[in-house]
């Protein structure tokens, strides 16, 4: 039997990858509903994300999504941010034409809270793309929305893969690790995306040419985006092409079969400046600290790409 749609929270900051994860969910509506997306300063600022979130749904074809701008800088420390990856936008490759749709007026930490106390406890789901700052900040100012939360679903993190932005830090962890210590801290039934997954669902040329390939502007500029995303990747790690991170989340949304993990106790480093962000992933269950996160291991990456083809296909 089909299940109703999962109510969802897209907290973001793009960033191409985010922007494959975005579109995923809006060509999904059987599988996620999304009751806002909330920008968040992370790969670029926040004048930069909330913009971007914005083109996204216009390229999706969905002004009436609700974007919010949420927090432009981490709880207790400076913003570090990733235009060698993403560009100066955050979203260099294709150009794109500026947003009409509006901002939405209220701050997107206020909308996350007021969201989970309207909506029925348990029934919605946070999926974080970016540093974790708006979710921790809605955790520290309205404590009662946490027992509310369905799950978290996130893109952070790495234990096999070290890290990302230094040799012991993923991104998203490394720029805000007091907000990913709370969240992780939180008691909330957490699923972690960290780059052993998202270094598995790499672009390739096929894939990219299967993503142009539909013929549709939504295609040739999920192509392009890659195009200009894999430059970076390809030279760092002489791969094939470059990993497709935060679509991982949605896609676990709507095809968890496609991964596999482990519950184990992760915790986060906030003190040391040579390990800042690390994410301490019990993988072998040696401290006896409790599970508190499903940290995945491994994606079937063709199944992966196979669906987002799919699903950009119908936008
Ligand atoms: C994460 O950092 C950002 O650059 C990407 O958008 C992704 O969320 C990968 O480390
Ligand atoms: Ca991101």
Known sequence: MQHPPRKIIIDTDPGQ??????????????????????AVA????LNWTERNTRII???????????FAGCDRPMRRDLVTAEHVHGKTGLDGPVMVEPTMPLQSQHGVDFIIETLRREPTGSV????????????TAFVRAPDIVGRIAQIVLMGGGYFEGGNIT????FNIFVDPEAADIVFRAGVPLV???LD?????????ARVEAFRALGST??????????????FDMEKYGSDGAPLHDPCVIAYLIRPDLFKGRHINVMIETQSELTRGMTVADWWGVTGRPANALFMGSVDANGFFDLLTERLGRL
């Open 17 to 38: 990858d985010d922007a494959f994860a975005i579109l995923l969910a809006l060509a999904s509506p059987e599988d996620v509903e999304v009751l806002g997306l909330t």
């Open 197 to 205: 997954v998202t270094h598995k669902a790499l672009t390739s040329r």
């Open 125 to 136: 789901t946070l999926c974080p793309l970016g540093p974790l700052t708006n979710i921790a």
């Open 192 to 194: 972690v995306m960290p």
């Open 167 to 170: 040799p012991a830090a993923e």
């Open 42 to 45: 992370g790969n670029v600022g």
């Open 57 to 67: 749904c216009e390229l999706a074809g969905k002004p009436q999504m609700k974007v």
């Open 218 to 231: 939504v295609g040739r500029v999920a192509a392009e985006w890659a195009d200009f995303f894999e430059r």
